[in-house]
């Protein structure tokens, strides 16, 4: 390792075959709202079929590939240490459905996984709710097991195609069908296709295109119901299609003309009730019909109400079919209602379940045969809690007794670390008398658990392998807490080797990567990363800043970072910021601040509000042009999005306020630190055009912002989504290169 000073401040060597930054034209158009007047020089980018587009993009390219040659090496050992870290040819823990169990291969060399199957044994084919028949086997990376089927190969599906996501994968009920949907572009545009399984089973040749990524069987297979998606890329339609005819005849079952709403489709876990969800980002809508009818009429569990969010489980226990009902009307952490399966006629008419709680989040609730999971958020942290089904005392191992008996209290699930995370795992099947549990945290690799129901007892599966000798005593987790402007007190994690941990207590400051999002109520829950051993191993520390605007602390947690509350996003992360530094955790120079798509937005604000704070900023598919794209209803997602940021259209203190933090709105012409930023050419979330602009405008403005070796490095994937690339090895190749500038930014160069 060598820790020297900043390599981004040294002075290149000129050829004359080196490129210089790209110098975008200027195009001037005037954005006119509320007598407010905006010229953007930049719109024009907007056309991603445009030849200037094009040429300006790859000059980008061009010029990012130029100024990242010199960390081509340390990039290369990166990739090395990712890929020797991590297990090739791999396997998942096979979950049971049906009379199978389903797992999924990883082979070295290969981009893309095999899905695969083997028989359940016979003997427990007929005792569903025998817990030694949901014993998983043992499953060997690399060896084929008796009656092993593999069912689809992505390296097959993807060959030919620079980009490839499978999205639905589903067996119909009688498993020798199935349906999959590919998307070969990157724009989540999705075609579904089906596949024989069996010998004596006839797939259809059905191929329905343009769809959302979802599918779901009707129990009699004879139909299968799916999604599609308006001109602005909104699930807005469900249909229902009988397997073996034309497309042309399928059945529109339900239309959503109201654009903040999106369409969702499913079953419930029971199997018993389809069901239609609508939601937008402050209110929801659910719609169920019995699945033994699937041509009939879906009736309304309850009217939408503006503000009020809801969604539904079906349960069975005291004799009785129940729905769950997991609510926020007069309880903004949400609370847990029992009812009839019938519509809703008052809130107040459900049973307590689940009270709210002011410090805790309600997430929702899981029920199974003999048992009741529910997902909540204490202290930053997500948990589950799990309610037995018992008959006469004892938990109930007979459908019968399950059917009449009663629930239990919930009881958490308890672990042994400060700072983690848990939640349910694949529990696809509503019989299981065990459940499938997964955890981490930042020093522990992802754990998978099977819980037995009438126990509690937790067998672990399966931990991830870290190849390399990885020892977890070596690393230290902490949570600290950074005080807002306002007082408020933000939660940060932090992780490091204990070697840089000594260090730091001693006084020595290290070099940091401070990550946030702190948009649409989204946890940054802790996670093992074998990248990230790249940067602590090398001296640094990770840290996550737990801002407002995110689901950590809780539904006002949210809400105090929306709206005409955002700012407060961006001055928590400043504030954690400030805090580490105070804390003699690191420096200005020391610290890289990074963060994705709403997160991007996150560091295009701190870039304008602090850009001393930070020695380099790493910003993915940046939503950096937030007003413009705001104030287009007709782009995807827009009119949706009204309801986390405002609507500048109609409302002109919206108009202003997002304005005052805009990124690309307010550059100025001062100094930024080294940015790397990086975008997709098909994302239809964060088109590529706003950080296309953004970084054409601090080309113009920023003195910094093309000095060679410490300015703005642009990458533009041509053949990605919002994702970014596909195929692991590519995946890997990219964190490479981000973990690599990230290093090099805080002068470490090998």
Known sequence: MTESENPQTSEPTESAARL???????????????????????????????????????????????????????RDTVYEEIRSRIKETDMSVPSRSGDFWYFSRTFEGKSYGQYCRVPVAHEFVDAPLDPAGWVPPEVTPGVELPGEQMLFDGNVEA??????????????????????????????????????????????????????????FSPDDRYVF???????????????????????????????????YWVGFGMTRSEKYLEIVLGSKITSEAWLLDSADPTGEFWCVRPREVGVEYDVEHAVWGGEDKLLITHNDGAPNFCVGVGPVAPVSDWSALAELVPHRGNVRVEGVDAFMTSVVLSYRENALGRIAVARIVADGEPATTAAQARAGELEGFSPVEF??????????????????????????????????DMSVA?????????????????????????????????????????????TAARVDSGSPAPTLLYGYGSYEASMDPYFSVGRLSLMDRGMVYAVAHVRGGGEMGRTWYEDGKLLNKRNTFTDFIACADHLIAQGLTTPRQMVAEGGSAGGLLMGAVANMAPDRFGG??????????????????????????????NPLADPEVYDYMASYAPYDNVEAKDYPPMLVITSLNDTRVLYVEPAKWVAKLRELSPTANEPGRGVLFQCEMDAGHGGVSGRYEAWKQAALELAWTLWTVGITE
Do not use: C
């Not at 905006?38 to 300006?56: G, L």
């Not at 005593?473 to 807490?481: A, F, I």
């Open 617 to 646: 900023i790493l910003a993915s598919v940046p939503f950096v042009d937030p007003l413009t794209s705001i104030l287009m209803p007709e782009l995807p997602l827009t009119v949706i999005e009204w309801d986390e940021w405002g």
């Open 226 to 260: 799916y999604v599609t998606v308006d001109e602005s890329w909104r699930p807005d339609t469900v249909w229902r299609h009988e397997l073996g005819t034309d497309t042309s005849a399928d059945v529109n079952v339900f239309h959503e003309p109201d654009e903040s």
């Open 20 to 74: 210089r930054p790209p110098v975008a034209k200027k195009v001037p158009v005037t954005r006119s709202h509320h007598g407010r007047d905006f010229v953007d020089d930049y719109e024009w980018m907007r056309d991603p079929e445009s030849s200037d587009t094009r040429a300006h993009l790859e000059a980008e390219n061009a010029y990012t590939d130029q100024e990242l040659a010199p960390m081509e090496p340390l």
């Open 416 to 449: 042994d670390e400060d700072v983690f995370t848990s939640g349910l795992g694949g529990n696809g099947e509503f019989v299981a008398p065990v459940l499938r549990v997964g955890y981490g945290s930042y020093v522990t690799p992802g754990r998978v658990f």
């Open 159 to 216: 060959e030919g195609h620079e980009f490839f996501s499978l999205g639905a994968f589903a067996t119909n009920f009688a498993q020798n069908v199935l349906a999959y949907s590919i998307d070969i572009v990157g724009d989540e545009r999705y075609t579904l296709r089906f596949r024989a399984l069996t010998d004596n089973a006839s797939a259809p040749a059905d191929e329905i295109a343009g769809i959302a990524p979802g599918v779901t």
């Open 455 to 499: 126990t509690g007892e937790l067998t672990l599966l399966r931990e991830q392998e870290v190849q390399g000798g990885y020892d977890r005593s070596g690393y230290v987790q902490r949570r600290l807490w950074a005080t807002a402007d306002d007082g408020v007190d933000i939660p940060l994690s932090v992780v490091m080797s204990k070697d």
